[in-house]
Antibody
Framework: EVQLVESGGGLVKPGGSLRLSCAASGFIFSSYSMNWVRQAPGKGLEWVSSISSGSSYIYYADSVKGRFTVTRDNAKNSLYLQMSSLRAEDTAIYYC???????????????WGRGTLVTVSS | DIVMTQSPDSLAVSLGERATINCKSSQSVLYSSDNKNYLAWYRQKPGQPPKLLIYWASTRESGVPDRFSGSGSGTDFTLTISSLQAEDVAVYYCQQYYRSPETFGQGTKVEIK
């Protein structure tokens, strides 16, 4: 089955760190760019980061630049988001989503995971 | 950043009637080299992740019912549900993927009248 499964969310104090994972299956993970998109409780969607298939191109939203780091391990069919210096406004469901084939990161998102909730609170 | 503005914020439509959602981008998302509009539509049902409905502004994703259609070019786009069904109750988002950051509209909530 073609799917994405996120994990690693939880409750963390402001200023803390957390690492999210996204396990891909059912497709050739190494061929696709991947993305993180978040959704604060009751709010809309916010693109967070994208990484090309071979990790050559990486982009971040200004709101997370310098605090979040996206990586991938194509041998393990996995995508990661290392989050540090977390703030209350980072509280959200974090979705991983599949983009286009190859080096392009500018593509529609055709496969989404169910998300993992990150809560930043003291 | 390209700002995506949807209208209306919410709408209530009777079952079987047409629902129309508009999306306006602050800059054109039409790429001249391939003549494609880098615009997608997603549906998010309560408690679920978003699902891709339409890409390249008017191409329906595989498995999406043909009551969903997308139109428009440049800066003005429309998602039309030709005959609203109960399962279409959701929030709908447009997204541009023309330029990073790939921005979403604020969402349009569709309900049954």
């Amino acid at each position: 089955e073609v799917q994405l499964v996120e994990s690693g969310g939880g409750l963390v104090k402001p200023g803390g760190s957390l690492r999210l994972s996204c396990a891909a299956s059912g497709f050739i993970f190494s061929s696709y760019s991947m993305n993180w998109v978040r959704q604060a409780p009751g709010k809309g969607l916010e693109w967070v980061s994208s990484i090309s298939s071979g990790s050559s191109y990486i982009y971040y939203a200004d709101s997370v630049k310098g605090r979040f780091t996206v990586t991938r391990d194509n041998a393990k069919n996995s995508l990661y988001l290392q989050m540090s210096s977390l703030r209350a406004e980072d509280t959200a469901i974090y979705y991983c989503a599949r983009g286009g084939v190859g080096s392009t990161t500018l593509w529609y998102l055709d496969l989404w995971g169910r998300g993992t909730l990150v809560t930043v609170s003291s | 950043d390209i700002v995506m503005t949807q209208s209306p914020d919410s709408l209530a439509v009777s079952l079987g009637e047409r629902a129309t959602i508009n999306c306006k981008s602050s800059q054109s998302v039409l790429y001249s080299s391939d003549n494609k509009n880098y615009l997608a539509w997603y549906r998010q049902k309560p408690g679920q992740p978003p699902k891709l409905l339409i890409y390249w502004a008017s191409t329906r994703e595989s498995g999406v019912p043909d009551r969903f259609s997308g139109s428009g070019s440049g800066t003005d786009f429309t998602l039309t549900i030709s005959s609203l069904q109960a399962e279409d109750v959701a929030v709908y988002y447009c997204q541009q993927y023309y330029r990073s950051p790939e921005t979403f509209g604020q969402g349009t909530k569709v309900e049954i009248k």
